[in-house]
């Protein structure tokens, strides 16, 4: 059983322009959400990350929006450039309260291209 | 330079021979995993670490061991492979800072194994 899914599979985006990308989860035990950055060959990147008592975490041009009552959260990139082209893949663990480290769950993974 | 390391990177073998991939960080983090990515599953955790002697199963465990003796290492055995366990690996540790949540997480390079 999925327990977290990410859409959309492929984003095309033009230079400059918003990147988004959406995951949905149904375990309300999950209580940390991160992000991560996969280029092709390389191991993925821990990116950005938010805990579910907040709406919203900006780091640079990356900013997690983050919905609790609708269990969803995604992921903008503002002002998109050739570098960001990746695999971004979302994922929720399950923290067994938030002081400990419990199975982490990945979305499928969406494939960026930012077309310059 | 903080580094998790994992050997081999590439290895091909036939089923049923016991075999090992090695992983090993220089961060003292206390959280260790494993993970498979399979093109269109994304990444599923295997197995994970909270610290030495304390593991616990992931979304996909059948046909892997795992051991944490030391904090640096966390080896992942594959007692008597088969096909369906050909896939690119790869290792992670984190640590968790000081506001008890946020993490500092890194993966190593990857291992990819093909099962004849």
């Known amino acids: 059983q999925q327990q977290v899914k990410q859409s959309p599979q492929s984003l095309i985006v033009q230079k400059g322009g918003i990147s988004i990308i959406n995951c949905a989860y149904e375990n309300t035990a999950f209580d940390y959400f991160p992000w991560y950055q996969q280029f092709p060959g390389k191991g993925p990147a821990l990116l950005i990350a938010i805990r579910p008592d907040v709406s919203e975490k900006k780091e640079g041009r990356f900013t997690i929006s983050f919905n609790k009552s609708a269990k969803q959260f995604s992921l903008h990139i503002m002002d998109s450039q050739p570098g960001d082209s990746a695999t971004y893949f979302c994922a929720a663990r399950d923290g067994a309260g938030g002081t400990s480290y419990g199975k982490l769950t990945f979305g499928q993974g969406t494939i960026l291209t930012v077309h310059p | 330079e903080a580094q998790v390391t994992q050997n081999p990177r590439y290895l091909i073998t036939v089923t049923g021979k016991k075999l090992t991939v090695t992983c090993s960080q220089n961060?003292?983090?206390?959280?260790m995993s494993w993970y498979r990515q399979d093109p269109g599953l994304g990444l599923r955790q295997i197995y994970y670490s909270m610290n030495v002697e304390v593991t616990d199963k992931g979304d996909v465990p059948e046909g892997y061991k795992v051991s944490r003796k030391e904090k640096r290492n966390f080896p992942l055995i594959l007692e008597s492979p088969s096909p369906n366990q050909t896939s690119l690996y790869f290792c992670?540790?984190?640590?968790?800072?000081?506001?008890?949540?946020?993490?500092?997480?890194?993966f190593g390079p990857g291992t990819r194994l093909l099962v004849l």
């Open positions: 961060m003292n983090h206390e959280y």
């Open positions: 992670a540790s984190s640590s968790k800072g000081l506001a008890g949540w946020e993490e500092t997480q890194y």
